[in-house]
C-alpha cells in the first residue's frame, strides 16, 4: 500500500453510518496532529450527520441511504458512486479509508488510491463483496474466523488483523459523565445492563 509509514498524507476518510464517526475520530485527530490533511465525506443516514457536528468533524456530504428496497439501494449505490467519483478525483488522496463503506473502497480502486477498510461484521454478504474485493487492505478482529473472510477474496498480505473490538479503540479515552445517571434516575448500586439489538 504505502511501503513506509509516509507523514503529510493526503487522507479521505468516508462515514455512511453513526458508528463511523466514533471509529475515526480518533484516528483523524492523530492523522491530523502528526501532520497529514484529512478530508471527510459522509452519508447523510441515521445520526451520522449530528455525530460529526458533535464532533466538530467538517464533511461534505454525498449522497443518503437507499431505503429498504433492493431497487432503493442499487439507486442510491449508483448515485453515490458517480457522486463520490466526481468528487474525489481532482483531490489527488494518497490514501482512503472506511469502516465498511464499500462506495468508497469501490471509487478508491477506480480512482487508483490504495484503500484500507475495516469492519467487524462478516454476515453482510453483498456490500462485502462489493468493498472488500475492492479495498487494497482489510482489517478486522482477530475473533472472525479466516474462512469467513475469504469467501470476500480477503487473505494475507491483504488481511491485517487486531485485537479486541472496535468500541475498545474508540472509547479508550472516553470519561463517563456520573451526572447523567442521576439525570437518568438510574441507581448506582444496582446493576446495569445496556443492550442494542442486532
Do not use: C, N
Not at 9 to 35: C, N, Y
Not at 75 to 85: D, E, I, N
Amino acid at each position: 500500500m504505502l511501503g513506509v509509514w509516509s507523514y503529510g498524507l493526503k487522507v479521505w476518510v468516508d462515514m455512511t453510518a453513526s458508528a463511523h464517526v466514533l471509529v475515526f475520530r480518533p484516528l483523524i485527530q492523530l492523522l491530523r496532529e502528526r501532520g497529514d490533511e484529512v478530508e471527510i465525506t459522509a452519508r447523510e443516514y441515521a445520526q451520522t450527520l449530528q455525530l460529526l457536528e458533535l464532533h466538530r468533524l467538517e464533511a461534505t456530504v454525498v449522497g443518503r441511504h437507499g431505503g429498504r428496497s433492493r431497487v432503493g439501494k442499487a439507486r442510491s449505490l449508483a448515485s453515490r458512486l458517480r457522486a463520490l467519483r466526481i468528487w474525489a478525483r481532482p483531490r489527488d488522496f494518497d490514501l482512503a479509508l472506511a469502516h465498511g463503506s464499500h462506495e468508497l473502497t469501490m471509487t478508491a480502486r477506480r480512482l487508483g488510491i490504495p484503500s484500507a477498510t475495516t469492519h467487524d461484521y462478516e454476515f453482510a454478504l453483498l456490500q462485502h463483496h462489493l468493498g472488500m474485493r475492492a479495498a487494497t487492505k482489510v482489517i478486522v478482529p482477530d475473533s472472525i474466523p479466516d474462512e469467513r473472510l475469504a469467501r470476500f477474496g480477503v487473505r494475507p498480505p491483504k488481511l491485517l488483523r487486531y485485537p479486541g473490538l472496535k468500541e475498545e479503540y474508540y472509547l479508550s479515552d472516553f470519561e463517563p459523565d456520573p451526572a447523567v445517571l442521576q439525570h437518568l434516575g438510574v441507581d448506582r448500586d444496582r446493576v446495569l445492563v445496556v443492550l442494542r439489538p442486532p
